[in-house]
């Protein structure tokens, strides 16, 4: 169904492009109508094939980190609060096994101690987009399961922004990656599990200059805590 729908789009592209100039006032009338009818057929197609392959659903997943250890590059003196909220797409490929296709939205804050000259602080978001794996197939009872994931997260998009005495800078852009493992139950729809991430982010454009010395900013977490999960 989707393929033949983007045959459908490239043919019809192909036959309304006028070859005559004199119909090219005629064509642009109807640019806007061709251009809604494609929009719509590749909809259905990409509808019926999610449909048809995937029986897809949705988790809802909350952090609770209990034990971290944070290294910011520029502010290694520094006290970093973090929170996490993560939405993901199960897939499943088999009764037990299923793929994840998540989004991982991170927020991060920092800043000099009053004891610190510079007065530097920042604000960093990061967007990643999560690729992972679970399984489910060691049952403790008939209604509890032992579950297990990991996952890969890549940041797609992010912000920063650092703050001294006298200048802010934003970021223009972000690279890295994240890692993330799990362990814990499963009770109907609900998940309790002990987990352990890592993150290890870079914010383009930012730098943190001390005694005369200048660092790029980037952070490095490792956390380790219980997540809560929802799946519907």
Sequence with gaps: MFISAAFILVNWQKYTRPDNPGEKFRFHSKKIMNT???KCLLTIGLLCFATQVWAVKAKIRFLFPVSSESVTDGFEDSTIKTSEFVLAFLMPLSQHTQLDLGYSYFNA?????STSSEGYSGVFRAHLLELGAGYSGFELTRTISLVFESAVR???SGEGEVQGNQTTQEATGISGMGYYISSGVEYSKLEISLFYQRRDLSFDGLTVTR??????????TTEYGLAFGYTF
């Excluded at 804050?109 to 101690?113: A, G, N, S, T």
């Design 36 to 38: 809604k009818l494609k």
């Design 109 to 113: 804050r920092i800043e000099d101690p």
């Design 211 to 220: 005694s005369g010395q200048s660092t790029d900013v980037a952070l490095h």
């Design 154 to 156: 890549i940041p797609v």
